[in-house]
């Protein structure tokens, strides 16, 4: 029999609308889970053709505990389907079953989930109460947490959404057993993420055990989990609505949504889109004068550990790197056309700066396929 | 030459979020009224193919020294299009042009108008700024103020939505000047409401001045919007997301809701609807025990006087009062089923409660066509 890890927390401090995140093993199966959570009649879990099959029953079981009426509504997969239509299924889910404003919204899956299920809980009559039930490692490092909801438009992502608060957020780390490979590495993008913008400590920390998480030991991932959201915990309690400092936790992102945008949405997964923008954003803030370029040769060996693509697609026959330009200009960082990039000021320390079109023509030249 | 009668201005008071309503004649054609706005390289007005032609170009002008680009996306006019494919118009918009997070949006129009440019604006980006700019009397005295955003789901009117507060309200007294003659009854509707639910006086006062306001008397206009206004910022000061009392602004709007849905939205207008559904709730209220048959008629006639109906229509050849039950409970107010009514709780005071079905049943018999 397994030993099993005693639940953790991490608490995210924004007044009113803090909360907390439960991080261990057996957390979905759990009644205790649900406790506490405002009262409601009725619960709607929304989740995907994928993770459905294998947690949806089981969270309905634990939920009836709480709620006379536990629906559930379940999406197609995939970062394609994080569009409107998609979303209005929701909708229709909730005026089909005659869900009133107490409803308590549960999003079972990965980030798509849980963006389009938020989104869903702030729009639905204004705002209803959501719970995040991250399965992914993705999503249980990076976008659970923090509020920020959304979907995508054909012309950039994440285009339309909210920053809205979930009551919780519940981390059952036995979901990641079910994890495809490629998901698993997709995730350890966002986590390696911390270690240059805040923590190179963990930055070795992730190098020491990279094997260990990618061989799914439990006490490696609990601390990847924990250390995550703590970093992310502290950004986010500084700053909720991106007014500046936010913006660090999109390192490699500028980059990454070009070649999710280019490709089109669910070619790559957005984890690895991440962990290939790291190597530019990096190879751009050694080019600044920044970081020297024994950290970029550090930082690419790990995401290439870690299973991620390092070198990015060609996005265009003629002028690649003036196509990620134009992609990157309808980035949310924009500012009156000029793009404006996370890169690393030193070792564990993030900035937004612009870059000079030239160079960074340059960077996407150096690394990506020619 | 008329006297212009000097901009008036009425505080909403939100903390942060506290803004300004102005309120008097050439107030679109001044630049001087959009100064000091939050700092942007473009706006775009958002506007309809009714109000575009007679304000747009005007306002344009007004804001193009402020904007370096002032955009327009028109949509078209009337409640069947406060849907989903409406509002990503504005997000179309938006994109094509470039605009960043930075980029204002102008609301100019009536309800419907507002409504969506403020939930684009709550969800472009995660929220861009935006103001309000009403030209009908509904969207000035009512809809334009408070920060409820939304659209309609087939299911019911809407049902998807922000709590978003604009930057500022523009109600410019002179735009009424082209209002047809049933938008200027249907807004009449909204400045009644006040009486009932908040203030006798003024209730009396709309009594003496219903002609003028009618002949669209500049002086008595202007004291209409600004009551009115000064109500609902009473309200909405303290009660910003409907935790409670603010739901008493929606008297007579459970049953008007039922008439819009159930006739299909845009085959009566919203003030319309919520004028006979004033009359019921009044109506309801009486056989509560709540208020006197005096008041249910004097409410009545000054409906009826303001050019509105007073009869609700059939909406079923049979069990009619069923079909009204069953629409009313989809409302926002409802919880696990139950139907909450705003209701005069004696005069000039309102009050949230549930009815029995029977009791709802027989007003619907009494005050609808048989």
């Known amino acids: 029999m397994q030993t099993a890890l005693s639940a953790q927390h991490v608490r995210i401090d924004l007044g009113v609308r803090s909360y907390p995140i439960a991080i261990g093993a057996g957390l979905i199966d759990n009644p205790q889970t649900w406790a506490g959570l405002p009262p409601a009649s009725a619960a709607l879990i929304v989740t995907n053709t994928t993770v ?6 089981r969270l309905q079981a634990a939920l009836q505990a ?3 009426a536990v629906h559930c509504v379940t999406l197609p997969d995939g970062e394609a389907y994080k569009t409107w ?4 299924l929701i909708f229709d889910a909730l005026l089909q079953n005659g869900c009133d404003r107490k409803t308590v919204l549960f999003a079972l899956g990965g980030g798509v989930v849980g963006d389009m299920a938020g989104y869903a809980a702030a729009s639905y009559m204004r705002g209803v109460p959501f719970v995040q039930v991250p399965t992914t490692l993705l999503a249980q490092v990076d976008s659970s947490v923090g509020g920020k909801t959304g979907i995508n438009h054909p012309l950039g992502k994440n285009m339309m959404g909210a920053f809205y608060q979930p009551e919780r957020v519940v981390c059952d780390l036995d979901a990641l057993k079910t994890l495809p490979e490629r998901e698993l590495s997709a995730g350890l993008a966002e986590v390696i993420k911390y270690g240059p913008i805040a923590d190179m400590v ?5 190098e020491e055990n ?3 998480l990618r061989a799914r030991e439990p006490e490696a991932l609990a601390h990847a989990v924990k250390r995550s959201c703590e970093i992310k915990a502290g950004v986010v309690g500084q700053d909720e609505r991106e007014g500046g400092l936010r913006a660090i936790l999109n390192f490699g992102h500028t980059f990454g949504h070009a070649i999710e945008a280019g490709l089109g949405y669910g070619q790559w997964l957005h984890g690895e889109a991440v962990g290939c923008g790291m190597v530019m954003a990096a190879e751009l ?3 600044l004068g920044l970081i020297d370029t024994a950290l970029v040769q550090r930082l690419r060996a790990l995401v290439q550990r870690a299973g991620l693509p390092v070198t990015g697609p ?3 026959e003629q002028d690649n790197a003036g196509r990620y330009l134009a992609l990157m200009r309808v980035d949310k960082k924009a500012e009156g056309g000029e793009i404006r990039f996370v890169v690393m000021d030193g070792p564990g320390q993030a900035a937004l700066r612009a870059a000079p079109d030239a160079l960074v023509r340059e960077v996407i030249d150096a690394c990506s396929v020619q």
Do not use: E, N
Not at 52 to 57: D, K, S
Not at 85 to 88: A, I, P, R, S
């Open 52 to 57: 459905g099959p294998l947690y949806a029953q």
């Open 66 to 68: 709480h709620y006379q």
């Open 85 to 88: 239509q998609t979303l209005h």
């Open 202 to 206: 963990f930055l070795h920390w992730i």
């Open 210 to 212: 990279l094997d260990a």
């Open 285 to 287: 803030s050694h080019r």
């Open 314 to 316: 060609r996005l265009a």
